[in-house]
């Protein structure tokens, strides 16, 4: 393609890649739910972006999450990037998530400023976070923060850094005591989101440097969405793989590499002008397999067949009795299936359903999958749209009318699938852009 990714792909020659994994929704903030909860979008505490007094809509305080089973199973819990689920101060920060270290960004809209005036870190042994100042950032611009010699600090380039930073560290302390614990590390990067400075948030795709693709005969929001992607995020992937390996930690180590959404339309840039979403039809925000249907790659030596491409359907919701799974820990009541059998090349029974809800901005919607059967509906009472995903991956012909018997299937696990919760109306009408938290 126009953008190498050299470094992903090779997880993909090393590794199994899925075909058919889906992300926990259209939109982050219940996608990072499902992922951390093994919760659909049904059931979940957190089914669309909105916000509680400026904020992000927190993570209750009793959630159960993948970081909390695996702290309990021995490991060590991390995250380094963007969080999204509950800001400092209430249930949802990621300190009181049993999320042993944080760095990074706690609030969407602070996330997609790229050079912002402050970051976070935070520990959930004393239940506490620390803001840290970022003076080089202030009055950042793109003018500014593009110059020869300028003292920016670009947000996802701190989040490498320091997950490089957190590697040699936890690598240090393996190689004076091997019975250190294992390690859980998210490493949540933004881009390729939408982003800017200051007060110019999905203004484009800011990147400190296009490099060779400001050559191109492109616009400039293309040109430096494809560095961010090229340059910076792939650049990123390879220098963790490279770590892993000058650590010795390689081998031990299991790598997933996924998204939270499909591909977006936002500051500017065109989904289409790269083809980001390939045959499907939709992109972000969509329940369309364009907006939910996202890349995993799994590279885990000596387990996972180099190569290997996988076909099996699974969704982000799975991703915690997975994880439980290959910890040896017993996880606790979710949505999800542990997908290990197929990871070791093993057969494994289908899923019995996946579900989504999509409740953001006054705007809802539903799709629900069994087999190769998809129904998808964009209000409460309209009908399920029905294709055969097994002919008709870019969902151009909806067969609803010929088969009635399957449609009204899908609606009966749909309506099983919906627990009703205050905090997500039904319909989303009733569901003001800033509301109290209930």
Not at 41 to 54: E, M
Not at 59 to 79: D, H, R, W
Not at 361 to 387: C, E, I, M, S
Request: net charge negative; aromatic share 10%.
């Amino acid at each position: 393609g126009r953008i190498p990714t050299p470094h992903i792909d090779s997880l993909a020659r090393d590794g199994m890649v899925f075909t058919q994994a889906y992300a926990g929704e259209a939109v982050c903030a219940p996608s990072r739910c499902s992922l951390l909860t093994g919760r659909h979008t049904g059931h979940s505490a957190i089914r669309g972006n909105k916000k509680v007094k400026g904020k992000d809509f927190p993570l209750p305080s009793n959630t159960t999450s993948v970081m909390e089973v695996l702290g309990e199973a021995g490991y060590e819990t991390a995250m380094i990037g963007k969080w999204g689920l509950g800001y400092n101060g209430t249930s949802g920060a990621p300190w009181m998530q049993n999320v042993g270290y944080f760095y990074g960004q706690l609030d969407q809209a602070n996330c997609h400023n790229y050079y912002p005036p402050f970051v976070w870190e935070g520990w959930a042994e004393n239940g506490t976070g620390v803001r840290i100042d970022l003076p080089q950032n202030e009055h950042a611009s793109k003018r500014r923060c593009t110059a020869p010699g300028n003292t920016c600090l670009y947000s996802h380039s701190l989040f490498a850094e320091r997950t490089l930073a957190y590697l040699d560290d936890y690598g240090a302390r393996v190689r004076e005591d091997p019975t250190t614990r294992p390690l859980l590390l998210f490493v949540t990067f933004t881009i390729p989101h939408a982003g800017g400075w200051r007060l110019h948030l999905e203004s484009g795709m800011p990147v400190p440097s296009a490099g060779n693709f400001s050559t191109q005969d492109w616009p400039e929001v293309e040109q430096d969405h494809a560095a961010a992607i090229s340059l910076y995020e792939d650049a990123a992937v390879g220098d963790i793989l490279a770590r892993l390996d000058k650590l010795g930690l390689a081998n031990d180590t299991a790598v997933f590499f996924t998204s939270d959404n499909g591909a977006h339309n936002e500051g500017g840039h065109d989904y289409e002008f790269f083809d980001s979403s390939g045959p499907l039809r939709g992109l972000k925000r969509s329940l369309y397999e364009g907006g939910i249907r996202t890349p995993m790659l799994v590279r885990w030596p000596g387990h996972v067949k180099a190569g290997a491409v996988s076909d099996y359907v699974w969704a982000f919701w799975d991703v915690m009795p997975t994880f439980a799974d290959m910890a040896g820990a017993k996880p606790p009541p979710s949505d999800g299936l542990s997908v290990l059998p197929t990871l070791l090349g093993q057969p494994q029974q289908p899923k019995e359903f996946l579900y989504w809800e999509y409740c953001t901005n006054g705007t809802w919607g539903h799709a629900v999958r069994q087999g190769q059967w998809k129904g998808v509906a964009f209000a409460l009472d309209d009908p399920l749209q029905l294709y055969d995903l097994s002919v008709d991956a870019g969902e151009e012909h909806d067969v609803a009318y010929k088969n009635p018997d399957l449609v009204h299937t899908l609606q009966e696990i749909a309506e099983e699938a919906h627990e009703d919760d205050p905090n997500w109306p039904l319909h989303c009408r009733s569901l003001p852009l800033e509301v109290e938290l209930l």
